[in-house]
């Protein structure tokens, strides 16, 4: 061999090794990129109290919008929002400028529903609202009615009070709201039931469902010292059977969580002894994901599978930063739902079935990667049998 063959040799070896590695390298990003193809990662927004519902093929995403208003976003896709509408802003002033919380749209008795809670600034003032759109379009416009009577007064006039997360839900033939008030002036939140003549009107006093505090776990701080705190109610329907998930412990807390809750088969909901809690919680904090709770439920695209869309705090600290999660929930032979333990954030997780694949993502581009596509379509023209770089996912 001449020592210019030899050469050659030896400054060939780094660059097959180069292309080698590249080939390597195609491969891996190849199969990571069909997987996130697949599949999507937790959480899917910032964001609390999520509200998602399925109408003509789209998710509805109902969210407070800085808490002086409300959006609904509209996406074919359970694991994205989709462009933001902006629905309704609160008044100037008045009883319901300020603190919107949690809004719920309903498609009831043939038209648009939206129900939330708002005050004048004064948390204590808090009350439930509902805005009726004036078409068939759920994106309104809307009109505000309210405060919808959530106090005790058989005449529905007096005494109306503090309420939040409500919810509403035709129960057989009869529509009932569900949400989470104060018995009195003191801050202790309890789940509350009441019959309602249509949409827009409550036809009788509240009648509290439970306590707030049969169990440890529902508890503040889950300290025997602490109140009992219950608030989001959410209605799940299976088998005939009608459950409600609800929130509980301290919203601001990593021990937030969801229980569950229900109504025995044929029996009343307006009269307690017929509601039946569950000792333990259907989801609760682990050490990746914590403060768990609000959820909604709802399917897939097609219609195959439950999901799940509730928020978790972002720090373990005392607070109200959080994000928005989805995972999907099976149903026990017993016929309960079981919801497992809340996905870890950036954990991958199968789309939901029937959402299409996402667009292949292009691998990146560096500096090493620009050099070996260089030095393999330089071979490539050579004839050399390595070849197809450019027909690799991704290139």
């Not at 219950?230 to 937030?256: D, I, K, M, N």
Request: glycine share 8%; aromatic share 10%; with cysteine.
């Amino acid at each position: 061999m001449t020592p210019c063959a030899c050469g050659a040799r030896f400054r060939a070896a780094p660059l097959l090794a180069l292309v080698s590695g590249f080939v390597l390298w195609v491969q891996a990003f190849g199969l990571a990129a069909e997987a996130s193809r697949n599949c999507f990662a937790n959480p899917i927004c910032g964001g609390a109290d999520p509200w998602v519902m399925q109408f003509a093929g789209h998710y509805l995403a109902a969210f407070s919008e800085r808490n002086r208003g409300i959006a609904i976003h509209s996406s074919e896709r359970l694991t994205a929002l989709g462009p933001k509408h902006l629905v309704w802003t609160a008044p100037a002033t008045g009883p319901a400028s300020e603190e919107v919380w949690a809004p719920e749209l309903h498609f009831l008795r043939g038209g648009w529903y939206i129900y939330f809670a708002a005050s004048d600034g004064q948390n204590r003032n808090h009350r439930a609202w509902v805005l009726s759109s004036a078409g068939k379009d759920p994106l309104g416009p809307y009109r505000l009615h309210g405060p919808l009577y959530t106090g005790d007064d058989r005449q529905l006039v007096v005494s109306n009070r503090w309420a939040i997360d409500m919810t509403v839900r035709e129960l057989g033939d009869k529509l009932y709201a569900i949400w989470s008030g104060w018995q009195d002036e003191r801050d202790v939140q309890h789940l509350f039931i009441a019959p309602m003549a249509d949409p827009l009107t409550i036809a009788g006093s509240r009648v509290r469902i439970c306590a707030n505090d049969d169990c440890l776990w529902e508890r503040v701080d889950e300290s025997p010292q602490r109140r009992g705190l219950e608030e989001a109610p959410e209605v799940l329907q299976h088998g005939g059977r009608t459950f409600v998930a609800f929130s509980c412990s301290g919203s601001w807390q990593p021990s937030y969580k969801i229980g569950l809750l229900e109504v025995k088969p044929g029996g009343d909901p307006l009269q307690p002894a017929n509601w039946v809690k569950f000792p333990r919680p259907l989801l609760q904090s682990t050490q990746e994901t914590w403060g768990v709770g609000h959820c909604s439920f709802v399917k897939s695209p097609d219609g195959t599978e439950d999901w799940v869309v509730y928020h978790a705090k972002l720090d373990r600290e005392n607070g109200w930063r959080r994000a928005v999660f989805a995972q999907p929930f099976t149903w026990s032979k017993e016929g309960f739902p079981e919801l497992g333990a809340p996905v870890a954030p950036g954990q991958l997780v199968p789309l939901p079935s029937g959402e299409s694949a996402r667009p292949m993502p292009r691998a990146p581009k560096t500096r090493e990667a620009d050099e070996a596509r260089h030095v393999a379509r330089r071979l490539q023209s050579k004839s050399s049998p390595l070849v197809l770089f450019d027909s690799l996912p991704g290139i």
